[in-house]
């Protein structure tokens, strides 16, 4: 069966960190470009940062920069977003998006709040 499935949210104070993991079943991950998304409430969802297949190249969002990494291990055919330095803003459901020319899967959401 294919799928994505996340991990690593929670509750976390401003200015702390979280570590989201997004595992990959039934394809190879390394073939694939992987995108990161969030979703706040009453807000569209938009995108925060993508890496290509090579895991060479990487964008961002302008308000994550410099507080945010994607990677992805291919080896654990896994594919990580590292958030340091949250802010309250940054609360959402992160969702992680692996895609070709040809196909799209996306994970089920994983909850990061961000509160005092």
């Known amino acids: 069966q294919v799928q994505l499935v996340e991990s690593g949210g929670g509750l976390v104070q401003p200015g702390g960190s979280l570590r989201l993991s997004c595992g990959a079943f039934?394809?190879?991950?390394?073939?694939?470009?992987m995108s990161w998304y969030r979703q706040a409430p009453g807000k569209e969802r938009e995108l925060v940062a993508s890496?290509?297949?090579?895991?060479?190249?990487?964008t961002y969002t302008n308000s994550v920069k410099g507080r945010f990494t994607i990677s992805k291990d291919n080896v654990k055919n896994t594919a990580y977003l590292q958030m340091n330095n949250l802010k309250l803003e940054d609360t959402a459901v992160y969702y992680c998006k692996a895609y070709d020319a040809k196909l799209v899967y996306w994970g089920q959401g994983t909850q990061v709040t961000v509160s005092s």
């Open positions: 890496i290509g297949s090579g895991s060479v190249a990487t």
């Open positions: 039934g394809f190879t991950l390394s073939e694939y470009a």
